[in-house]
């Protein structure tokens, strides 16, 4: 009897025994796919994650270009506020040019005038030369080429040279009328105090007589002292005193 009841045992053993394993195979099925669901799972999370920073970076590298762009923009407006501004000085700067340069072409014309007018009363010193000036400025004045700065230069220069000769002394050659002959003579001009001239030979010499506006003849006394200054006047002797009749300011009156 007890063989047989273990046998018993056995068979149902046996004939229970697959039935028993399919939940542990359904179990470890499930787990399996639970196990690659969860890998899907993390690897989606993962891409999500990578697709999420990139987009976090694209994001602060947006925010990094904003600001900028932003900085840029604020200069490019205070760029434009002073053009603005250097516009507005610009066109106020050119109504004043516009402005001084009709004010400043009377202005031209009449110290031309004026110059002209004081070189015909002055001692008659360089008369070709200076009256030669006088007409460059008169040309200049006309012409529409050159710009009104450089014409009142130019004016300035030539008012700058009558200033200087005041101030030295010169020896030159020209053409005088002597006896009712023009011939060569050598002038010699003290500033603007007096003006001598002496024939080449040496043998007649004469001053200008500013109140009588003349030429006037000198003894011969005078022709040394006058052959000297224009030896002094062209540096081929040292400075030295010089006796030589001088018009005295009640006379040029």
Same mark, same amino acid.
């Given at each position: 009897?007890?063989?047989?009841? %273990?046998?018993?045992?056995?068979?149902? *053993?046996?004939?229970?025994?697959?039935?028993?394993?399919?939940?542990? %195979?359904?179990?470890?099925?499930?787990?399996?796919?639970?196990?690659?669901?969860?890998?899907?799972? @993390?690897?989606?999370?993962?891409?999500?994650?990578?697709?999420?920073?990139?987009? !976090?970076?694209?994001?602060?590298?947006?925010?990094?270009?904003?600001?900028?762009?932003? $900085?840029?923009?604020?200069?490019?407006?205070?760029?434009?506020?002073?053009?603005?501004?250097?516009?507005?000085?610009?066109?106020?700067?050119?109504?004043? +040019?516009?402005?001084?340069?009709?004010?400043?072409? #009377?202005?031209?014309?009449?110290? $031309?005038?004026?110059?002209?007018?004081?070189?015909?009363?002055?001692?008659?010193?360089? &008369?070709?030369?200076?009256?030669?000036? +006088?007409?460059?400025?008169?040309?200049?004045?006309?012409?529409?080429?050159?710009?009104?700065?450089?014409?009142?230069?130019?004016? =300035?220069?030539?008012?700058?040279?009558? %200033?200087?000769?005041? /101030?030295?002394?010169?020896?030159?050659?020209?053409?005088?009328?002597?006896?009712?002959?023009?011939?060569? $003579?050598? !002038?010699?001009?003290?500033? /603007? $105090?007096?003006? !001598?001239?002496?024939?080449?030979?040496?043998?007649?010499?004469?001053?200008? %007589? #500013?109140?009588?506006?003349? *030429?006037?003849?000198? #003894?011969?006394? !005078?022709?040394? #002292?006058?052959? @000297?200054?224009?030896?002094?006047?062209?540096?081929?002797?040292? &400075?030295?005193?010089?006796? =030589? &009749?001088?018009?005295?300011?009640?006379?040029?009156?």
């Amino acid at each position: 009897m007890p063989t047989y009841r %273990n046998a018993t045992i056995l068979c149902t *053993w046996l004939i229970t025994s697959p039935l028993q394993a399919d939940p542990l %195979n359904q179990a470890i099925d499930t787990e399996t796919r639970t196990l690659k669901n969860a890998a899907a799972s @993390q690897r989606r999370i993962d891409r999500l994650d990578d697709a999420g920073r990139r987009l !976090f970076d694209e994001y602060r590298r947006t925010l990094r270009e904003i600001d900028t762009m932003q $900085v840029y923009v604020d200069h490019l407006k205070s760029l434009v506020a002073s053009q603005r501004e250097e516009k507005r000085e610009m066109e106020r700067q050119l109504e004043e +040019i516009a402005r001084a340069e009709r004010e400043i072409v #009377p202005l031209m014309i009449q110290m $031309v005038d004026t110059l002209e007018r004081f070189v015909q009363l002055d001692t008659p010193f360089l &008369p070709e030369e200076r009256r030669q000036r +006088i007409d460059q400025l008169k040309r200049l004045l006309t012409s529409a080429e050159i710009s009104s700065a450089e014409k009142f230069r130019r004016i =300035l220069e030539a008012y700058q040279i009558e %200033n200087d000769y005041a /101030r030295t002394i010169e020896a030159y050659r020209a053409e005088l009328e002597v006896d009712d002959e023009k011939r060569p $003579v050598d !002038f010699l001009r003290l500033g /603007r $105090v007096a003006l !001598f001239y002496q024939t080449l030979d040496g043998e007649r010499s004469g001053f200008w %007589n #500013p109140r009588k506006k003349r *030429w006037e003849s000198l #003894p011969d006394e !005078f022709r040394r #002292p006058i052959r @000297q200054g224009l030896r002094i006047a062209r540096k081929e002797a040292a &400075p030295d005193l010089l006796t =030589l &009749p001088i018009p005295t300011p009640e006379a040029a009156q």
